[in-house]
């Protein structure tokens, strides 16, 4: 079971970016994808989720309007895309699996970790 997550990097604020992760070893189709996030000192938070097919999304308020999560289930890829980037939003960003039937935005089984790619806002 591998994630693999990239797309990270160092933007200005207002810029965007898109966070893919790339699932292989299990059936992709079979879980819940959500993206969260750790700053420097701070603990993991929620980002996004999705479900196993991709018809419902769920953000964080500090997200809400500027992110999109997504997913190809035919490409066993997820998606972040993330516009109106801001300072606050410098961490790094670990994409998760977790079971349909589990599926929360709490990181409450979650079972497989991406390692995480760093975005970097400058102001």
């Known amino acids: 079971v591998q994630l693999q997550a990239c797309g990270g990097g160092l933007v200005q604020a207002g810029d965007s970016l898109r966070l893919s992760c790339a699932a292989s070893?299990?059936?992709?189709?079979?879980?819940?994808m959500g993206w969260f996030r750790q700053a420097t000192g701070k603990e993991r938070e929620f980002v996004a989720a999705v479900t196993w097919s991709g018809g419902s999304t769920y953000y964080s308020d500090s997200v809400k309007g500027r992110f999109t999560i997504s997913r190809d289930n035919a490409r066993n890829t997820a998606y972040l895309q993330m516009n109106s980037l801001k300072p606050e939003d410098t961490a790094v960003y670990y994409c998760g699996t977790v079971p349909s039937v589990l599926f929360n935005c709490y990181g409450l089984g979650y079972n497989h970790w991406g390692q995480g790619t760093l975005v970097t806002v400058s102001s």
């Open positions: 070893g299990f059936t992709f189709s079979d879980y819940g």
